[in-house]
């Protein structure tokens, strides 16, 4: 069970956010989610499956499927401005960890 505080929700969020692309995001998939640098299949399926299963932790942990589409269309575009507009790995990571700090506000309204 979910803890139901907003820092008990927000720290499971950071973890499954660690989890979605650390542990489940593959080398290959780290790369080819990038325009350009796709050779097995389109970039925008890598990206696609990737920024998915971001959604589908976030949609889990919440309860709220809307939320994880939010997820999935928000880490998609961060992801993609990494690829395209060369954002650092730390700026990546920051705009994520933000994504999961609005989430929780909005749940606390």
């Known amino acids: 069970?979910?803890?139901?505080?907003?820092?008990?929700?927000?720290?499971?969020?950071?973890?499954?956010?660690?989890?979605?692309?650390?542990?489940?995001?593959?080398?290959?998939?780290?790369?080819?989610?990038?325009?350009?640098?796709?050779?097995?299949?389109?970039?925008?399926?890598?990206?696609?499956?990737?920024?998915?299963?971001?959604?589908l932790l976030v949609g889990l942990l919440t309860g709220i499927p809307l939320l994880g589409l939010a997820e999935c269309l928000i880490h998609g575009l961060i992801d993609w401005g990494k690829c395209r507009l060369g954002f650092s790995l730390v700026f990546d990571q920051l705009l994520h960890l933000f994504c999961k700090l609005l989430w929780v506000g909005l749940l606390l309204r």
């Open 1 to 55: 069970m979910v803890d139901a505080s907003p820092l008990g929700l927000l720290a499971m969020l950071v973890m499954a956010h660690f989890v979605g692309d650390f542990l489940l995001q593959h080398d290959r998939m780290a790369v080819e989610k990038c325009p350009g640098r796709d050779a097995t299949l389109p970039w925008w399926w890598w990206l696609a499956g990737h920024a998915s299963s971001h959604g």
